[in-house]
């Protein structure tokens, strides 16, 4: 068992302390300097002795490397190409376009052959002379004809869907879009609101600093101190919160975009700005029909269900299928040809025929709804944005300064004792309360720009 010698040595020098007027400062008591110094020996080693390498400093442990940061249109970027919810619903258009090759597929020709009367139960007139002049051979080959276009309608109904699924998939990225600005913009916000926290924490700190001078002072009481103090329990929690939003906001950007395409740690670039809208509600609603893949999808929708009442109409048609046959028998050969064709004299395909009728109306029904629900979105999400802009413009004409004015007043007057403690911690409260709700309403407002761009189906807004 190792045993550890520690020789300690005691250093033990008095002085008189200088007069201190402060509550903290013992009078006529003697100054005590401790220092304590430590020697580890082993016996194994004799006078050896055993050191604990200090810790590497920063410098020594190497510069750290830069974190990632990217914008939200590389954001964007990443989360198209990247996204599992997307890249599944991507397979959708491959599957339609494998539908496309089945639909594009011609009937295969069928190949028959029997034999008869064979003396299989009497094996001693199995001879060639018996089967040449007693059995007969048949060997035919058929194929079914289409008709009615069958084949050229069938193509055009998967390519139609096709097209229709393709737009379906632009919408899903549409939609992404959004999700990832709107999540970006959640990070801005947390990143705004964690930096602001950190510094209105570092500037009460410098209020408790002066609050301690001034209670040493005796200008203000131990009652008041502490409550400045407890205060300072608000500006830590609001650092932490502030931390752990914007850290769970990243995380939930990273999902959009794809966990393997940036690192754990990685940082986004941009603030929180604010840009006057100049946009007009006509021009965007005119581009809305235009753009947006859902309202293209209800339209090509109604290209689709025609081309499935065409196809129906086509399917009602009878097929013809005609076989040719060779044949030997008794020790003759022969040709013959056959045809079957279904007389349509009461399956016709009505019913499916009618139902595609319904279906194409339906078709129509849904554009128009897609067309009038794009015109909703957009008079909403501008009207949105007016009113967001409205707000953030009255925080900057006036709001935001008074409120800085206020606190600066009020701190100015507390340290020269001309205000209360009452009156230091309402400013503190209302700065801070306006601050983050002026954050907040620029969040909202490039909120309702993303929206708009949503509702629009475009991120180029004039």
């Not at 020697?39 to 400093?57: K, R």
């Not at 602001?196 to 203000?220: C, H, K, M, P, W």
């Not at 906001?249 to 940036?262: E, F, I, K, N």
């Given at each position: 068992?190792?045993?550890?010698?520690?020789?300690?040595?005691?250093?033990?020098?008095?002085?008189?302390?200088?007069?201190?007027?402060?509550?903290?400062?013992?009078?006529?008591?003697?100054?005590?300097?401790?220092?304590?110094?430590?020697?580890?020996?082993?016996?194994?080693?004799?006078?050896?002795?055993?050191?604990?390498?200090?810790?590497?400093?920063?410098?020594?442990?190497?510069?750290?490397?830069?974190?990632?940061?990217?914008?939200?249109?590389?954001?964007?970027?990443?989360?198209?190409?990247?996204?599992?919810?997307?890249?599944?619903?991507?397979?959708?258009?491959?599957?339609?376009?494998?539908?496309?090759?089945?639909?594009?597929?011609?009937?295969?020709?069928?190949?028959?052959g029997d034999s008869q009367f064979l003396p299989i139960f009497n094996p001693s007139q199995f001879t060639s002379d018996t089967l040449d002049s007693l059995a007969q051979f048949d060997l035919g080959v058929g194929y079914l004809f289409e008709r009615g276009g069958k084949r050229k309608a069938r193509l055009n109904a998967a390519r139609d869907a096709t097209a229709v699924t393709a737009s379906q998939v632009a919408d899903a990225e549409r939609t992404l879009k959004f999700n990832v600005a709107q999540q970006f913009i959640n990070v801005l916000l947390a990143k705004s609101n964690?930096?602001?926290?950190?510094?209105?924490?570092?500037?009460?700190?410098?209020?408790?600093?002066?609050?301690?001078?001034?209670?040493?002072?005796?200008?203000?009481?131990?009652?008041?101190?502490?409550?400045i103090k407890i205060q300072m329990l608000q500006f830590q929690t609001d650092v932490a919160s502030a931390r752990v939003a914007k850290a769970q906001?990243?995380?939930?950007?990273?999902?959009?975009?794809?966990?393997?395409?940036?690192p754990r740690e990685y940082d986004v670039a941009g603030d929180l700005a604010y840009e006057p809208m100049t946009l007009s509600l006509t021009d965007l609603e005119a581009r809305a029909l235009k753009e947006r893949p859902d309202v293209r999808a209800a339209q090509q929708g109604i290209t689709a269900a025609q081309s499935q009442v065409r196809l129906a109409k086509a399917n009602g048609k009878q097929d013809l299928d005609l076989t040719l046959n060779f044949t030997h028998v008794s020790g003759q050969s022969s040709s013959s040809w056959f045809f079957n064709i279904p007389l349509p004299i009461f399956d016709r395909n009505q019913g499916e025929i009618k139902r595609t009728l319904f279906a194409a109306d339906q078709a129509k029904f849904s554009s128009t709804s897609a067309e009038e629900g794009a015109l909703a979105d957009v008079r909403n999400a501008y009207e949105s944005a007016l009113s967001n802009d409205e707000i953030v413009k009255l925080y900057t004409s006036g709001y935001l300064k008074q409120s800085e004015d206020s606190r600066e007043i009020s701190n100015y007057a507390y340290k020269g004792g001309a205000a209360t403690l009452l009156d230091l911690l309402d400013a503190e409260r209302s700065y801070r309360a306006t601050q983050l709700a002026y954050r907040q309403a620029l969040a909202t407002y490039m909120l309702s720009i993303e929206q708009l761009r949503q509702a629009v189906g475009t991120r180029s807004l004039p």
């Open positions: 068992m190792l045993r550890t010698f520690l020789p300690l040595t005691l250093i033990i020098a008095t002085s008189a302390f200088a007069q201190n007027p402060s509550h903290d400062a013992l009078p006529d008591s003697p100054g005590v300097q401790v220092t304590l110094r430590a020697q580890a020996t082993s016996p194994s080693t004799g006078s050896g002795q055993t050191s604990i390498p200090p810790a590497p400093t920063a410098q020594q442990a190497g510069p750290r490397a830069p974190v990632q940061t990217i914008t939200v249109d590389q954001a964007i970027t990443l989360a198209l190409a990247n996204n599992p919810n997307l890249k599944a619903i991507r397979t959708q258009v491959d599957q339609n376009r494998a539908q496309e090759i089945t639909a594009g597929l011609r009937p295969n020709p069928v190949l028959s964690l930096a602001f926290a950190e510094q209105d924490l570092n500037g009460f700190q410098q209020t408790v600093n002066i609050s301690q001078e001034r209670y040493r002072a005796g200008d203000i009481s131990e009652s008041d101190l502490l409550k906001a990243l995380v939930t950007l990273r999902q959009l975009m794809g966990y393997d395409s940036v």
